[in-house]
């Protein structure tokens, strides 16, 4: 006689139980494992960058005169900055009355004032938190603008006037 199938798939599932049963069922082997863990730290340290381009005035006519200068900071983010600007190389200039030098004759001088304001009325000067610049880094380059002028009026001696003004950055 025939043996059905139903008859072998129940056979084979006595099979299978009656193996549990007698405990011939071999598990497949488990790994053993253990962890650990460790620390990642890294440190960055504050840091800022400044350049700046030349402020030329042109042609001094007697006329009040105004011309701009670009500082470029880099500070790293969060970082706190001051930008001052001093008084420049002339002889007895301060940072409220900056003078530029004649190049034929260095008694000769040529009044102007640096500004953080397009109105001409902050002064820039480096006494940090009264006439400095300030700001918080971004990572990115950030552009601050001088506003120089050379006052109305002044009578001086024909030929080139130059000034060196040092940008200091403090953070």
């Excluded at 990642?40 to 340290?45: K, L, R």
Aim: charged share 5%.
């Amino acid at each position: 006689m025939p043996v059905s199938k139903k008859r072998i798939i129940v056979a084979a599932a006595y099979g299978l139980t009656s193996a549990f049963a007698m405990g011939t069922y071999v598990a497949p082997a488990m790994a053993a494992t253990s962890t650990s863990t460790f620390q990642v730290t890294a440190t960055v340290a504050a840091s800022c960058q400044i350049s700046t381009t030349n402020l030329a005035f042109g042609a001094y006519t007697g006329a009040a005169t105004t011309a701009t200068s670009t500082i470029s900071v880099t500070c790293t983010s969060t970082t706190l900055y001051n930008v001052g600007l001093n008084a420049g190389t002339a002889t007895g200039a301060t940072v409220t009355t900056r003078q530029m030098t004649g190049s034929a004759n260095a008694n000769a001088l040529l009044n102007y004032a640096l500004y953080r304001d397009s109105a001409h009325t902050l002064n820039w000067g480096n006494t940090v938190g009264t006439d400095t610049m300030s700001g918080s880094g971004s990572g990115a380059v950030q552009s601050l603008t001088v506003y120089g002028q050379i006052p109305a009026s002044q009578i001086v001696a024909p030929g080139s006037y130059t000034d060196t003004i040092t940008a200091t950055i403090t953070y």
